[in-house]
């Protein structure tokens, strides 16, 4: 055997999984929201079978927007003097985007953070009291100041770092390209106007100037850290040496120094950072994935080779952001040639969405790396052709990783027109409805290759109009124009977003933020061992199911968080009587026994 071989199998051995028999976990499904008093309920498993005995669990709503906790007001926006936002009727904004919340347990206290999704966004940190029996109660609220960062920015889900630090983030950051170059305010994405309120700025009056004074995008786009002490003061931080991009979240591995960072939006990628020092994300090496694929059958497979974007600190990059860095300060631009080439010494970048020729500027490679971290990535080879790319979930078990993938398509279907500037990486048949990749990780929780789990799948047109309208008999040619409700088939997954793995009873567990796939979106639990998929959870009309995530032992007891954001906001409004409705909720399934398999 060569040295080669050895240290492979090696390898193996270290990776293999760590437990010789699973335990057994199963929840009473919860049934497909049929009826409209189903759609606009919150709905979960009454009851688990956890190694052959029954336990009562149910949904438990901790809070739910504009919740007065203590002397807090639950969900409010504020801006950097701490006063709260207006909305554009004038009235005090609070906030229906309810994402990650995580539970921490402080000396011998529990606290929650939960972020709003919000422009400008927001966390809050709330003290809990545990019952005897488990159930969990706010007693207290404040949010978590962010001005030393020029406000927090559309955090959207999270993870709890293996220090017991909340880990959040900052989803779809702005084009700075498109800021600096513009001329006129309707030059620019209004998404970004908003986040002008935390200076003190209302959008609807302001001027170009105005803004660009207010709302400095290299600020935004990063995972963000908040440690909490027991007597209740939050700290934050936000991690520029882990790279810019359009953050779902990050979640580091057992070792406390790698990370894995998901990339929501069109033409994103996957990265990967290693820090310095365990518990320490403040500098460390940023890598982004090449996807070389294996197969075109589904969702795909692929090996994973990484390309190295360098070294960087965060204290280097937040100066650099302060200092006013702009794009062109990073990268000149040249146009594509007739043969749709770059020219000599430019570099194509299909990151952002657009083709671009590029080039760094001299001695700017680790601030471009950080605040342009996708266009940077994809010119050095990396693959930014994902899609909507959601949670991520780490399984101890099987050394691997699963990453959501909302939807297979745009620039991940072969020969997208998304593709320009980039190597057309990814070629597969577009699945609106999504799916979920398992990455098989080494010894050294560095990803090697990357295959399909589980795969949403869409409905014929008949089958859409047969959900929509029960008297229709597609093989009579009755269904009219009955309006679409369900587009993937409602047994099974569609645009899975955040995902947690049950440690010890080979269970996934894959929630859903899906507008026309499912009407009533769902959180489903999937047995690893023969793919079998439960709903466990449903959601009222227009909502999304957040913050998936399992606690083992909190406390004596068990806990998977379960939020709903925004109902009736996303489609279905027309559903809304009691504005009251409208509201957020914030809670979990359980409580369980605490599981330590």
Known sequence: MTLRSQLLAASALIA??????????????????????????????????????????????????????????????????????????????????????????????????????????????????????????????????????????VPCAGSVTPWETHLGSEEYPADAREIEAATALDQIDDYDFPMARYEGV??????????????????????????????????????????RVA?????????????????????????????????????????????????DAGAGAATLDWVDLGHADDATIQAAIEKGVQFSDLFETAEFGADGSCPEGFLASNAEDRAECLKVKPGMEAVAS????????????????????????????????????????????????????????????KNSCGAVYQLDLDASYTATAMSALVAGTPMSKDQEAAAADP?????????????????????GIANPDNITYIPGYNTLIIGEDTGEGHQNDAIWAMNLGDKSLTRIFSSPYGSETTSAYWYPNLGGHGYLMAV??????????????????ARAYVGYIGPFPALAK
């Not at 207010?214 to 850290?225: I, L, N, V």
């Not at 008297?471 to 047994?491: E, F, I, L, Q, W």
């Not at 709903?564 to 409705?581: C, F, I, M, N």
Request: proline content about 4%.
């Open 16 to 153: 293999a999984p760590i437990f010789a028999h699973a335990g057994d976990l199963v929840f009473a499904p919860v049934p497909f929201a049929a009826d409209d008093a189903a759609k606009r309920a919150v709905l979960a498993s009454d009851k688990v079978t956890i190694d052959g005995k029954d336990y009562a669990i149910g949904y438990t709503t901790l809070a739910r927007s504009g919740d007065k906790i203590g002397a807090g007001v639950f969900a409010a926006l504020t801006d950097r003097k701490g006063q709260v936002v207006k909305s554009e009727d004038g009235s005090e904004h609070i906030s229906v985007d309810a994402d990650f919340t995580s539970l921490l347990h402080v000396g011998g206290k529990i606290f929650s953070v939960t972020h709003f999704e919000s422009r400008p966004g927001a966390m809050y940190v709330s003290e809990l009291t545990q019952a005897a029996e488990g159930k969990l109660t706010p007693i207290s609220t404040k949010p978590v100041d962010f001005s030393a960062f020029g406000g927090l920015w």
């Open 370 to 429: 950080r605040l342009e971290t996708r266009r940077y990535a994809s010119m050095l080879g990396a693959t930014t052709e994902f899609r909507k790319m959601e949670g991520i979930a780490f399984d101890p078990d099987h050394m691997k990783v699963y990453v959501a993938m909302s939807e297979v398509s745009k620039a991940m279907e072969g020969g997208a027109k998304q593709d320009k500037g980039g190597r057309d990486a990814i070629r597969l048949e």
């Open 564 to 581: 709903v954001q925004h109902p009736y906001g996303e489609s279905d409004e027309d559903k809304l009587t009691d504005p009251a409705d």
């Open 471 to 491: 008297n229709c008999d597609p093989s009579h040619n009755m269904c009219g124009d009955a309006a679409k409700v369900n587009t993937c088939d409602v047994n």
């Open 247 to 295: 953050v779902e979240l990050a979640k580091v591995m057992p070792d406390k120094k790698t990370a894995y960072i998901s990339d929501d939006g069109t033409n994103t990628g996957l990265f990967r950072f290693v820090a310095d020092a365990e518990g320490d994300l403040s500098a460390g090496k940023l890598y982004a994935a090449k996807w070389v694929q294996t197969s």
């Open 202 to 243: 209302d959008p609807a009056k302001m001027t170009l100037d105005a803004f660009r004074a207010a709302f400095k995008p290299y600020r935004y786009g990063f995972p963000t850290e908040v440690t909490v002490t027991e007597d209740g003061t939050a700290k934050a931080q936000k991690h520029f040496a882990m790279g």
